[in-house]
């Protein structure tokens, strides 16, 4: 791209003594690269500010259209202006997408401007950044005139104040204004000593650099404090780039100002065509003159301050006013030697040979909105203002009415909404005088509601008086009224949508403002319509027959006010901090063991433990068959565990339970399903009866608080008058289970005061022990892989003893520790179901194959009454089956679709058959073999189904779930 | 963020709660004197007002208590919250609220 300089070699920076440049300090220059141009610009400058004083106008070429562009506004609304910027830290990353005029320049920073859309870095952000919250009695968004009057005055009356400004300076539009007098005093003086008052108070929080862009219910608001990309690099240690402030704010004091509009005509989108504001800004902020022969087009008075500023540096060639009859301001400046155009617009442009504006065409303006006789200017520059748009953003975004003011010729706030006050040009008023002394009197309200009670004194100013504002909002094209005729009437810059497209979209029949902002992406861009969105409203009002802007109305603001980067949403819960990592009290054992780890749900659990030279496959194969041959031993801390207290806790249980706990002795556990009121399976596990008021429930690892929840919830709400109580304990125990044939030789050796003999230690008992080794503990025979299996529950604090101590006795039976992987192979062979992998929340117990759990005595327990269902009784309900492919070395994913052999070669679309909840290498099988839910698959053993999504499809035999050792011969161990 | 008045521990963040559906269904005596549409009602159907609505909350990260509230469905605003077991309180219906 090549940047298109309007003089070259010229600097544009106006001396001092004539525009001092509020925002800039000329005793500092700082060197920075933009676009591959290195040029010099003074610290406090933006990159917009740098590249006009330094003679550079275009900031890239549009999105779509690949038109070049120029720098249209001084603030966040800017469209054109999008950047990639590096800054020159050790610690940094490239941003993208962000706006000119609100980047500050820094020493050797590299900036490059992007066509609308932006790149990515592809390096993780080295920078970090956190988040605070704040309570505040009166937050106050915006530090102009009003925003400073209020949080004065509020902070006077001793309210607990907030005052965020998203510029460098505070002051607002007021910063660097010619002329104005605040109280007696130059406004700098009087910015500098509110300032500092509020700076003094300790109940006062003032921070620029800080963007309220979103607010949310009971007056939430959030905001980015940009905090070190001003800085070059010397960042001070601990202090993050970017901090997103949480405030819940009694009450709120809107102070957000407006932002200027542009008009629409026949090539208003080349470089030179700015806001007459931004024209304004770049002047009194930053000593820059945004070109050499400047003309201004207005609808209403504000541009004439400017246009007596431009008059003087001699830069002025006209105004074109679009009003007939001449408004006091309008005279003055005619008076003032001033050519005044009035009844005139601008209806097209010339370029340069590099598209930089070079001329404008002016013609009347005629009463019944025609174009009369038309005139030719050469300038460089044209400032526009199309009237003002309060920033009503935050207001919109919790629903607050918005309505059409034509008298402001903007949306205004329709009512004010609860708890919040609104001061300054956000109101639609633009006079100073009346923003300091709304501004007063808010903050004096908004204090008063927190109990703070003061007298307002208003800081006096100039009132200002404002013209007439002309209803104009687009040009009619001078070449007809087809729609080619409007092909290069801008309407959304950033979008690169014209009143062709408008056109085109009102053509296809659309009429809301909410079908054609998306149709044809209007508002949609970076800026979200801050310049083009009532515009493209006035649009629609003059294609739509009838429609005026009242009932056409604006699309609903939504957060964020101007673009934030998440990871500052983030701050630090990025990484190892971006969730919490649990891990079982024996996680360093595993480490040692080299284990590979997975996730379930936050706890870490190892998958697999290779040895040297081990595959995953193999090191997987190696631990099932020691734990189906000799002995394996498995960490199972992580299973959810909840003690129930009480009198009626048996009572309670058997209301929770799908089966029977009233009979169930002390000492004795028993497998139980919970299924919802619809009878679906949700959580499953063993509970041990402690005593006669106490049991032990087990749950899944990743069901804890769930069943927790659900337990408290039927014992509050449905009852209460049942003695329960519900403790998780999870946490406070440690397990490992040892599992295989020869597991009975190992646990003998730990606990010699129990008697393991099977007869004396019956399945699905526990006895409660100190283990030789002193830690006490509970042992219980419970078996998740079909194998004689105890686990050994003690004490948090003592898992990992419990680990070494069982390794260290099973060491002479080579005893294995298994992963999760190995279970799942183990207990799959079982035909045991794991709650969330085998059932998807629609199954019942008898879907899965647990009819037995059900019981048929108890009169009710929760989900019994659903089973007389219909849908229940179907016999095409998805099943539990077992699955083995015909050959006995495929493998397919969890997950793949199931069909029947005559839908295998049918057209499709097919239905499926079910899917496949798991397939797994088996060593006890010596084959491959997997669960699947199957359409009444129970009555199916021994069909074909077939995978499709594999070429050539895998074929599987439909068996009975139980695939090993149906007949449980080897729970109890070797004989 | 809205703010939820817990009846045990006050107005604190919305985060903290969990939702619970709609309050003042109570579990049916004996489910297995309702015919099959019967059970599917009380299983299946709940009231979607546009406007007052008492629904069911629990300060999950707080008391874990349950408690009732009335919600308007329009505006998100909480009009009123009470402990299980006490009835609905009478609070007149107004559409179109802020919050």
């Given at each position: 791209?090549t940047?298109?300089?309007?003089t070259?070699?010229?600097?544009?920076?106006?001396p001092?003594?004539?525009?001092?440049?509020?925002?800039?300090?000329?005793?500092?220059t700082?060197e920075?690269?933009i676009?591959?141009?290195?040029?010099?610009?003074?610290r406090?400058d933006?990159?917009?500010s740098a590249?006009?004083a330094n003679?550079h106008?275009?900031?890239?070429?549009?999105i779509y259209l690949?038109?070049?562009r120029g720098?249209?506004?001084?603030g966040?609304?800017e469209?054109?202006?999008?950047?990639?910027?590096?800054r020159a830290?050790?610690?940094?990353?490239?941003?993208?997408m962000?706006i000119g005029?609100t980047v500050?320049?820094t020493n050797?920073?590299v900036?490059?401007?992007?066509?609308?859309i932006?790149k990515?870095a592809e390096t993780?952000d080295?920078?970090?950044?956190?988040?605070?919250?704040?309570h505040?009695?009166?937050?106050v968004?915006?530090?102009?005139p009003?925003?400073l009057?209020?949080?004065l005055?509020a902070s006077r009356?001793?309210a607990r104040?907030v005052?965020?400004?998203e510029r460098?300076?505070f002051?607002?539009n007021?910063?660097?204004?010619?002329d104005?007098?605040?109280?007696g005093?130059?406004v700098?003086?009087w910015?500098?000593?509110t300032?500092?008052e509020l700076?003094?108070?300790d109940?006062?929080?003032?921070l620029?650099?800080?963007t309220?862009f979103?607010g949310?219910?009971n007056n939430y608001?959030?905001a980015?404090?940009r905090r070190?990309?001003h800085l070059d690099?010397?960042v001070?240690?601990?202090?993050?780039?970017e901090r997103?402030l949480?405030?819940r704010?009694k009450q709120v004091v809107l102070?957000?100002?407006s932002h200027?509009?542009p008009?629409v005509f026949?090539?208003?989108d080349?470089p030179?065509?700015?806001?007459?504001?931004?024209?304004?800004g770049y002047?009194n902020?930053?000593?820059?003159?945004?070109?050499?022969?400047i003309?201004l087009l207005?609808?209403?008075?504000?541009?004439y301050?400017l246009?007596q500023q431009l008059?003087?540096l001699?830069?002025?060639?006209a105004v074109?006013d679009?009003?007939?009859?001449l408004s006091?301001?309008?005279?003055q400046?005619?008076?003032?030697?001033i050519d005044v155009?009035?009844?005139?617009?601008v209806?097209?442009t010339t370029?340069?040979?590099?598209?930089?504006?070079?001329?404008?065409?002016?013609?009347?303006?005629?009463a019944?909105?025609e174009l009369?006789?038309t005139r030719?200017f050469e300038?460089d520059?044209?400032?526009?203002?199309?009237?003002?748009?309060p920033?009503?953003?935050?207001?919109?975004q919790?629903?607050?009415?918005?309505?059409?003011?034509h008298?402001?010729?903007g949306?205004?706030?329709g009512q004010?909404?609860?708890?919040?006050h609104?001061?300054?040009?956000?109101?639609?008023?633009l006079?100073l005088?009346?923003a300091?002394?709304?501004?007063?009197?808010a903050g004096a309200a908004a204090a008063?509601?927190?109990?703070h009670?003061?007298?307002?004194?208003?800081?006096?100013?100039a009132?200002?008086h404002?013209g007439?504002?002309?209803?104009?909002?687009?040009?009619p094209?001078?070449?007809g009224?087809d729609?080619?005729?409007y092909?290069?009437?801008?309407?959304d810059?950033?979008?690169?949508?014209t009143?062709?497209d408008?056109?085109?979209a009102?053509?296809?029949?659309?009429?809301?403002?909410?079908?054609?902002?998306r149709?044809?992406?209007i508002?949609t861009?970076?800026?979200?319509?801050?310049t083009g969105?009532?515009n493209?409203i006035g649009v629609?009002s003059e294609?739509?027959?009838?429609?005026t802007?009242?009932?056409?109305?604006?699309?609903t603001f939504?957060?964020?006010?101007?673009?934030?980067?998440?990871?500052?949403l983030?701050?630090?819960?990025?990484g190892e901090?971006?969730?919490?990592?649990?891990?079982?009290?024996?996680d360093?054992?595993?480490?040692a063991l080299?284990?590979?780890?997975?996730?379930?749900?936050?706890?870490?659990?190892?998958?697999?433990?290779p040895?040297?030279?081990?595959?995953?496959?193999q090191a997987?194969?190696?631990?099932t068959?020691?734990a189906r041959?000799?002995?394996?031993?498995i960490d199972?801390s992580?299973?959810?565990?909840?003690e129930v207290?009480?009198?009626?806790s048996?009572?309670?249980?058997?209301?929770?339970y799908?089966?029977?706990?009233?009979?169930?002795?002390?000492?004795?556990?028993?497998?139980?399903?919970?299924?919802?009121?619809d009878?679906?399976?949700?959580?499953d596990g063993?509970?041990?009866?402690?005593?006669?008021?106490?049991?032990?429930?087990?749950?899944t690892?990743g069901?804890?608080?769930?069943?927790l929840n659900?337990l408290?919830n039927?014992h509050?709400?449905?009852?209460?008058?049942?003695d329960?109580?519900?403790?998780?304990?999870?946490?406070?125990f440690?397990?490992v289970a040892?599992s295989?044939?020869?597991a009975?030789?190992?646990?003998?050796q730990l606990?010699?005061d129990?008697d393991?003999a099977?007869?004396?230690?019956?399945?699905m008992e526990f006895r409660?022990?100190?283990?030789?080794?002193?830690i006490p503990?509970?042992?219980?025979?419970?078996s998740?892989?079909?194998e004689?299996?105890y686990?050994i529950?003690?004490?948090t604090q003592y898992g990992?003893?419990l680990w070494?101590?069982?390794?260290?006795a099973?060491a002479?039976?080579?005893?294995t520790p298994?992963?999760?992987?190995a279970?799942?192979i183990?207990?799959a062979e079982?035909?045991?179901?794991?709650v969330?992998q085998?059932?998807d929340?629609?199954?019942?117990?008898?879907d899965?194959?647990?009819?037995?759990v059900v019981?048929?005595i108890?009169q009710?327990?929760l989900?019994?009454?659903?089973?007389q269902?219909?849908?229940?009784?179907?016999?095409d309900r998805?099943?539990?089956?077992a699955?083995m492919?015909t050959?006995?070395?495929s493998?397919?994913?969890?997950?793949?679709?199931?069909?029947?052999?005559e839908?295998?070669d049918?057209p499709?679309p097919?239905?499926?058959?079910?899917?496949?909840?798991?397939?797994?290498?088996?060593?006890?099988?010596?084959r491959t073999?997997g669960?699947?839910?199957v359409r009444g698959?129970?009555k199916r053993?021994?069909?074909?189904?077939?995978?499709?999504?594999y070429?050539?499809?895998?074929?599987?035999?439909i068996?009975?779930?139980i695939s090993?050792d149906?007949?449980g011969?080897?729970?109890?161990?070797e004989? | 963020?809205m703010l939820?008045?817990c009846?045990h521990c006050?107005?604190r963040?919305?985060?903290?709660?969990?939702?619970?559906?709609q309050?003042?269904?109570p579990?049916?005596?004996d489910?297995?004197a309702?015919t099959?549409?019967?059970?599917?009602?009380?299983?299946?159907?709940r009231?979607?007002?546009?406007g007052?609505?008492?629904e069911?909350?629990?300060?999950?990260t707080?008391?874990?208590?349950w408690f009732?509230?009335v919600r308007d469905t329009?505006?998100?605003?909480?009009?009123?919250t009470?402990?299980?077991?006490?009835?609905?309180p009478?609070i007149?219906?107004?559409?179109?609220g802020?919050?």
């Amino acid at each position: 791209m090549t940047p298109i300089a309007v003089t070259t070699g010229t600097s544009f920076r106006v001396p001092a003594a004539i525009a001092p440049g509020a925002a800039i300090n000329r005793d500092e220059t700082v060197e920075v690269t933009i676009d591959g141009h290195t040029m010099t610009a003074y610290r406090g400058d933006t990159v917009t500010s740098a590249l006009l004083a330094n003679g550079h106008r275009r900031v890239g070429d549009s999105i779509y259209l690949g038109r070049p562009r120029g720098v249209l506004a001084c603030g966040v609304e800017e469209p054109n202006s999008l950047l990639t910027v590096t800054r020159a830290k050790a610690e940094t990353i490239s941003e993208t997408m962000l706006i000119g005029p609100t980047v500050e320049v820094t020493n050797n920073m590299v900036a490059e401007h992007v066509q609308g859309i932006g790149k990515l870095a592809e390096t993780a952000d080295p920078e970090y950044y956190d988040y605070t919250y704040e309570h505040p009695d009166v937050l106050v968004v915006g530090a102009g005139p009003a925003g400073l009057a209020a949080a004065l005055q509020a902070s006077r009356a001793g309210a607990r104040v907030v005052i965020l400004d998203e510029r460098a300076t505070f002051g607002g539009n007021l910063v660097g204004t010619p002329d104005a007098v605040i109280d007696g005093k130059p406004v700098e003086t009087w910015i500098a000593e509110t300032v500092a008052e509020l700076q003094a108070n300790d109940d006062v929080t003032l921070l620029n650099r800080t963007t309220v862009f979103g607010g949310y219910e009971n007056n939430y608001f959030m905001a980015t404090q940009r905090r070190t990309d001003h800085l070059d690099d010397q960042v001070p240690f601990g202090v993050s780039r970017e901090r997103t402030l949480h405030l819940r704010a009694k009450q709120v004091v809107l102070a957000t100002g407006s932002h200027e509009r542009p008009i629409v005509f026949k090539n208003n989108d080349r470089p030179g065509i700015m806001l007459a504001s931004g024209i304004a800004g770049y002047l009194n902020r930053y000593g820059v003159l945004a070109g050499s022969s400047i003309a201004l087009l207005t609808t209403n008075d504000s541009v004439y301050l400017l246009a007596q500023q431009l008059a003087e540096l001699g830069h002025l060639v006209a105004v074109i006013d679009v009003r007939a009859d001449l408004s006091e301001a309008a005279l003055q400046a005619v008076a003032a030697g001033i050519d005044v155009i009035a009844g005139s617009v601008v209806c097209d442009t010339t370029a340069s040979d590099q598209g930089a504006l070079a001329g404008i065409t002016v013609a009347e303006y005629l009463a019944d909105g025609e174009l009369g006789a038309t005139r030719h200017f050469e300038v460089d520059t044209l400032g526009v203002s199309g009237g003002w748009s309060p920033v009503i953003h935050l207001h919109s975004q919790r629903q607050g009415k918005v309505v059409w003011d034509h008298e402001v010729q903007g949306f205004v706030i329709g009512q004010p909404r609860a708890d919040f006050h609104y001061a300054g040009s956000v109101t639609g008023s633009l006079s100073l005088g009346e923003a300091l002394a709304n501004g007063a009197n808010a903050g004096a309200a908004a204090a008063d509601a927190t109990g703070h009670f003061s007298f307002a004194t208003e800081p006096v100013a100039a009132a200002g008086h404002r013209g007439p504002v002309a209803a104009l909002r687009m040009v009619p094209s001078p070449d007809g009224e087809d729609q080619d005729a409007y092909a290069n009437h801008f309407v959304d810059l950033h979008r690169d949508q014209t009143v062709q497209d408008v056109l085109r979209a009102t053509g296809a029949g659309m009429s809301s403002v909410e079908h054609i902002k998306r149709y044809t992406s209007i508002s949609t861009g970076n800026d979200q319509g801050k310049t083009g969105a009532v515009n493209a409203i006035g649009v629609m009002s003059e294609i739509l027959d009838g429609h005026t802007m009242d009932d056409i109305g604006t699309t609903t603001f939504r957060a964020p006010y101007s673009p934030i980067s998440y990871v500052g949403l983030a701050g630090r819960q990025r990484g190892e901090l971006f969730d919490a990592l649990r891990k079982t009290a024996m996680d360093r054992a595993h480490e040692a063991l080299d284990a590979v780890f997975e996730m379930a749900g936050e706890w870490r659990r190892a998958s697999y433990y290779p040895r040297a030279g081990e595959t995953k496959a193999q090191a997987i194969r190696r631990e099932t068959i020691a734990a189906r041959n000799g002995v394996g031993m498995i960490d199972s801390s992580t299973l959810g565990k909840i003690e129930v207290r009480g009198k009626d806790s048996a009572e309670f249980l058997n209301r929770i339970y799908t089966n029977g706990f009233l009979k169930l002795k002390v000492g004795r556990g028993r497998y139980g399903v919970m299924t919802g009121v619809d009878g679906k399976v949700f959580d499953d596990g063993v509970t041990l009866r402690l005593a006669e008021d106490r049991f032990f429930m087990h749950t899944t690892s990743g069901g804890a608080q769930r069943v927790l929840n659900w337990l408290e919830n039927w014992h509050q709400t449905e009852w209460s008058h049942l003695d329960a109580t519900f403790t998780s304990v999870s946490e406070q125990f440690a397990t490992v289970a040892v599992s295989g044939p020869k597991a009975r030789r190992v646990v003998e050796q730990l606990a010699s005061d129990v008697d393991f003999a099977p007869e004396a230690f019956e399945f699905m008992e526990f006895r409660e022990t100190t283990l030789d080794n002193g830690i006490p503990a509970r042992i219980s025979r419970i078996s998740f892989t079909g194998e004689l299996s105890y686990e050994i529950a003690v004490p948090t604090q003592y898992g990992r003893a419990l680990w070494d101590a069982v390794a260290q006795a099973g060491a002479a039976y080579d005893i294995t520790p298994y992963g999760l992987e190995a279970q799942r192979i183990l207990r799959a062979e079982k035909g045991f179901v794991i709650v969330g992998q085998d059932t998807d929340g629609t199954n019942s117990p008898q879907d899965v194959g647990m009819d037995w759990v059900v019981s048929k005595i108890k009169q009710d327990f929760l989900g019994k009454r659903s089973y007389q269902l219909d849908d229940f009784l179907r016999d095409d309900r998805e099943e539990l089956v077992a699955i083995m492919a015909t050959d006995k070395n495929s493998m397919v994913r969890d997950g793949a679709a199931l069909v029947s052999a005559e839908d295998l070669d049918a057209p499709r679309p097919v239905s499926t058959s079910g899917h496949v909840t798991g397939y797994y290498d088996s060593a006890a099988l010596d084959r491959t073999f997997g669960l699947a839910l199957v359409r009444g698959g129970s009555k199916r053993i021994g069909e074909k189904l077939y995978a499709p999504a594999y070429d050539p499809p895998v074929e599987f035999e439909i068996t009975p779930l139980i695939s090993f050792d149906p007949e449980g011969t080897r729970r109890d161990g070797e004989r | 963020m809205m703010l939820i008045d817990c009846p045990h521990c006050g107005l604190r963040d919305e985060t903290e709660f969990e939702y619970g559906s709609q309050a003042h269904v109570p579990y049916p005596q004996d489910p297995q004197a309702l015919t099959n549409d019967e059970w599917a009602q009380w299983l299946y159907f709940r009231d979607n007002p546009m406007g007052l609505r008492a629904e069911r909350w629990v300060h999950l990260t707080g008391c874990r208590k349950w408690f009732n509230a009335v919600r308007d469905t329009v505006s998100y605003e909480f009009k009123a919250t009470y402990p299980v077991g006490t009835p609905r309180p009478n609070i007149p219906p107004h559409h179109g609220g802020i919050r």
